[in-house]
């Protein structure tokens, strides 16, 4: 058992939190399971012993009748819901996507979907829910009318939007966590650019519920740099969630252990998320590898999670002084030498 990691004063939510799907039994697109499957909500309490104080789902893992259980196990275990999502993505119904079919009914099926998703994150108390991109893209140019999917993508938002303020108040917002590809060859919201202009397209009454959700693997896959999209996120005041993971440079989404591939970039995140304020919550998105033996599963998010404070701490040491001082005189080499100082001592 791990005692809760805790960020040292962090603005607002102060615990981290992982997803159940980080647990998953091992599964590749090259072969099946190395692991048996455990069921969604007994990962719960395996979540809360990793240290984690928050969990997320998808509609697929605690779909709208397991909720009054699901409550119940978190209860029992001390965790709350941090976001939950439709999935968009698993059903074979969503092969091409959900909001931007071809097939207007689909598309309606997919805003369904993310209607009863946006009740159950308000039933498991959830103040987030997050649109991953998933099957939303294309494989060959010309499948689809791209200024037409991204009406789509717009009308979809504004109704969910709209459903939400009707039923729900201001009990959620809605976070759009871009990637640029898997499963799809190229996806929609690729990168938090895309994210934030789309929001901008949105009506005037949807926009302030819609946000970002980085994650940083997805940058690296994008070969992009995390913190400036982080950063970006910041500028325009739509940093609602985060997903903290790392990537071994531009290949397929491996989801590894916070602060395995770059802890010096990392560390700089911290320091930027510390001067921010950034009062949501720090989930990992990572995925236990199916190398792992069973009852070894957890070690993806005790390992994320002790990275994570060790970096934070380190972090709240940052001489923030020292580094204007240093980007005054333009030495940036030196700053990256600070920092290094910083992570690993003289
Ligand atoms: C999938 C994605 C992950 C995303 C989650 C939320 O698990 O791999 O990146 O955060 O869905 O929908
Ligand atoms: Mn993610």
Request: glycine letters at 8%; a negative charge.
């Amino acid at each position: 058992m791990t005692a809760p990691f805790t960020l040292r004063d962090k603005t607002g939510e102060a615990g981290v939190g992982a997803g159940v799907w980080n647990l998953g039994p091992g599964g590749d697109p090259f072969g099946g399971p190395t692991r048996e499957a455990i069921p969604i909500l007994d990962r719960l309490p395996m979540i809360a012993e990793a240290g984690m104080s928050f969990y997320e789902a998808h509609d697929s893992e605690i779909p709208a009748e397991d909720a009054d259980k699901a409550i119940k196990r978190a209860e029992e275990c001390g965790l709350r819901c941090a976001m939950y999502t439709p999935s968009f993505f698993a059903d074979p119904k969503f092969k091409d996507g959900a909001m931007t079919s071809n097939d207007s009914a689909i598309r309606k099926a997919g805003l369904e979907n993310a209607k009863r998703a946006v009740d159950t994150t308000v039933k498991l108390g959830a103040k987030t829910m997050v649109f991953w991109n998933g099957r939303e893209g294309f494989d060959f140019v010309l499948a689809k009318n791209g200024q037409d999917s991204f009406k789509r993508l717009v009308e979809g938002f504004n109704a969910v939007a709209q459903y939400a303020r009707e039923n729900h108040g201001d009990a959620v917002r809605f976070a759009l966590e871009p990637k640029p590809n898997e499963p799809r060859a190229n996806m929609y919201l690729a990168n938090v650019g895309e994210v934030l202009y789309l929001i901008s397209r949105l009506d005037a009454e949807a926009q302030p519920l819609f946000g970002a959700n980085p994650e940083t693997a997805h940058s690296r896959i994008a070969g992009l740099d995390y913190l400036w999209d982080v950063e970006l996120c910041l500028e325009a005041g739509k940093l609602f969630h985060i997903h903290l993971n790392a990537q071994d440079g531009q290949r397929f989404d491996q989801d590894l252990p916070f602060g395995y591939t770059e802890p010096l970039k990392d560390l700089a995140l911290l320091v930027v998320l510390q001067d921010a304020k950034y009062d949501g919550i720090v989930c990992f998105d990572v995925k236990a590898p199916r190398t792992d033996d069973p009852k070894n599963i957890a070690d993806i998010l005790t390992t994320s999670g002790q990275n994570l404070i060790w970096l934070w701490e380190r972090a709240l040491q940052v001489d923030r002084a020292r580094i204007a001082a240093l980007r005054e005189e333009n030495r940036a080499t030196a700053i990256a030498g600070y920092l290094a100082e910083c992570l690993y001592g003289r």
